[in-house]
């Protein structure tokens, strides 16, 4: 059997896995094994996705899988994505089940996170399923390795996506990631041009892999042309982990860099992250300057948006999905246990 789910293509013989681990070939079928079990639940600020022009300031129930099916050498969810120990380390929770829980805890949305969503395709698209039937919207915080008819058939339950575009260069994705860049900048031009999905942008900066000048402005060009100006852009800073611990965190001053040459090849908003800069996290808006989302790390220290998302001095439209006030959920993370449960 071949998994046409990603651009893998994992041929699988009988009882044999894929490259993700949590995706096999059982009775001439290939098959979900980790369906209805996650590696953890927690209520996150939304902020930590990271999105900011989508429901700032609330609650997100957030869970994942085990599995993954790229395979970064700088991983920092490594426990998870690479366990090969589902059954031990996970918690059965069905999607209804899912769904209630973040009711129950005041969450306006479910994100899937930790570990790639796209792996667990169809628990993750009845999970989507289950929450909107309850006006929960749901989040993917993915890295858009996927082929484009399960792509489709994701996005159409999703709200928002975070997605994580490593690097620029095909050697990046080729010697680092084991997986290749054409792949992850189709899955943009798709959520730009083909979906409703409101979809901000994560690139994850390593000191001498993927922080060039050259590459920092060539990938802003092209987002701005293939994307335009208003997708959300946030810089990241490394931290050493998994297989990259020769490398020294992301010093401050890279992703201030980084984030003015994006500036100044027209992207509005772009952000730092992983580093205190209330400058680097904030939202100003682009018509009069004034500052419309004050914020320190996830918590919110200012807000001068209208109900409706536009400027509240000058009226310029922010981009996003605004719905009326903030929410105050600011730099608290809650574990769950009670998923399991109705």
Request: net charge negative; aromatic share 10%; hydrophobic share 35%.
């Amino acid at each position: 059997m071949v998994c046409e789910l990603c651009p893998r293509f994992c041929r699988l013989a009988e009882g044999q896995r894929g490259l993700c681990f949590v995706r096999a070939c059982q009775k001439g079928q290939v098959v979900l094994t980790s369906y209805g079990r996650s590696t953890g639940f927690c209520v996150d600020p939304i902020e930590k996705k990271p999105l900011y022009h989508f429901l700032p300031g609330t609650p997100v129930l957030s869970f994942g899988t085990a599995g993954c099916n790229l395979a970064c050498k700088f991983c920092q969810n490594w426990e998870s994505t690479r366990s090969r120990e589902v059954e031990s380390m996970s918690a059965a929770a069905s999607p209804g089940e899912i769904a209630g829980a973040a009711q129950r805890h005041g969450c306006p949305s479910v994100a899937m996170t930790y570990n790639d969503p796209v792996v667990f395709h169809e628990y993750a698209i009845d999970v989507a399923d289950a929450c909107h039937e309850r006006g929960i919207k749901t989040v993917a915080v993915t890295a858009g390795y996927v082929c484009p008819a399960p792509r489709a058939e994701f996005y159409r339950r999703m709200d928002a996506a975070n997605v994580d575009l490593k690097a620029f260069t095909d050697r990046f994705y080729r010697e680092l990631c084991a997986g290749d860049l054409a792949t992850v900048l189709d899955t943009l031009v798709f959520l730009r041009e083909q979906t409703k999905v409101w979809f901000e942008v994560t690139t994850l900066l390593i000191p001498g892999e993927n922080d060039s000048d050259g590459e920092l402005d060539e990938m802003t060009r092209w987002m701005c042309a293939n994307l335009g100006p208003d997708v959300p852009l946030h810089f990241s800073a490394f931290h050493p982990d998994f297989r990259m611990c020769d490398k020294p965190p992301t010093p401050p001053e890279t992703l201030s860099r980084a984030r003015q040459i994006a500036l100044g090849n027209g992207l509005r908003y772009v952000y730092t992250g992983n580093v205190r800069d209330q400058a680097g996290g904030s939202t100003t808006c682009v018509a009069c300057g004034k500052l419309l989302i004050g914020r320190d790390f996830y918590e919110l220290t200012a807000w001068g948006l209208t109900d409706d998302g536009h400027c509240a001095a000058c009226g310029a439209a922010c981009p996003g999905v605004f719905l009326g006030a903030p929410g105050h959920w600011g730099n608290r993370r809650l574990p769950l246990a009670d998923v399991g449960r109705e």
